[in-house]
T-cell receptor
Framework: QKEVEQNSGPLSVPEGAIASLNCTYS??????FFWYRQYSGKSPELIMS????GDKEDGRFTAQLNKASQYVSLLIRDSQPSDSATYLC????????????FGTGTRLTVIP | GAVVSQHPSRVICKSGTSVKIECRSL??????MFWYRQFPKQSLMLMAT?????????EQGVEKDKFLINHASLTLSTLTVTSAHPEDSSFYIC?????????????FGPGTRLTVL
């Protein structure tokens, strides 16, 4: 079983709609959770971090964490074509030198 | 804050030569840096974890004698691809981790695109 799982997509949404990206993780002891955005040919860029259950909002982005169900999601409101990218979910299990595990990413396409 | 730089951004070399890539944390100290490789349309693959002042920890299947890592200071790690071959052509990305703890975060450099002819 993979540490962090994401639907690879592609996920297509029309401009202005809400894009919903989901991620599940296997280590119940995981402590912190991150969403990175990666444009084609570029390196990942951190867009959200979340550490406690519930929602965390930052502009058009909302991260949701449910530790009991072991999932974390990212909502993008009023999606724009510039949001088209691959979104990587990353989970920190709090132990060891390399304790950040990445999902394989979900490719999002926002259609104008 | 939390800016990570990489140099060079792009390199083209002949087969058999060695290439050094630098990764720097510009505004924070990073005791731990990570080196990733990403092939086209594939996900990030962790190659090694670089710890300041100690030997790097390599992931399974990554040749430590081919991919030399030196973490000389709290702001600099280097990856040297020795005797590069065309199959080493890839996008190499480093990341640096902010201070330890449950809320530490990894920030990525812009990546280095290596093409071996």
């Amino acid at each position: 079983q993979k540490e962090v799982e994401q639907n690879s997509g592609p996920l297509s949404v029309p401009e202005g709609a809400i894009a919903s990206l989901n991620c599940t993780y296997s280590d119940r002891g995981s402590q912190s959770f991150f969403w990175y955005r990666q444009y084609s040919g570029k390196s990942p860029e951190l867009i959200m971090s979340i550490y406690s259950n519930g929602d965390k909002e930052d502009g058009r982005f909302t991260a949701q964490l449910n530790k009991a169900s072991q999932y974390v999601s990212l909502l993008i409101r009023d999606s724009q074509p510039s949001d088209s990218a691959t979104y990587l979910c990353a989970v920190n299990n709090g132990g060891g030198a390399n304790n950040l595990f990445f999902g394989t990413g979900t490719r999002l396409t926002v259609i104008p | 804050g939390a800016v990570v730089s990489q140099h060079p951004s792009r390199v083209i070399c002949k087969s058999g030569t060695s290439v050094k890539i630098e990764c720097r944390s510009l505004d924070f100290q990073a005791t731990t840096m990570f080196w990733y490789r990403q092939f086209p349309k594939q996900s990030l693959m962790l190659m090694a974890t670089s710890n300041e002042g100690s030997k790097a920890t390599y992931e399974q299947g990554v040749e430590k004698d081919k991919f030399l890592i030196n973490h000389a200071s709290l702001t600099l790690s280097t990856l040297t691809v020795t005797s590069a071959h065309p199959e080493d052509s890839s996008f190499y990305i480093c990341s640096a981790r902010t201070s330890g703890g449950s809320t530490d975060t990894q920030y990525f450099g812009p990546g280095t695109r290596l093409t071996v002819l």
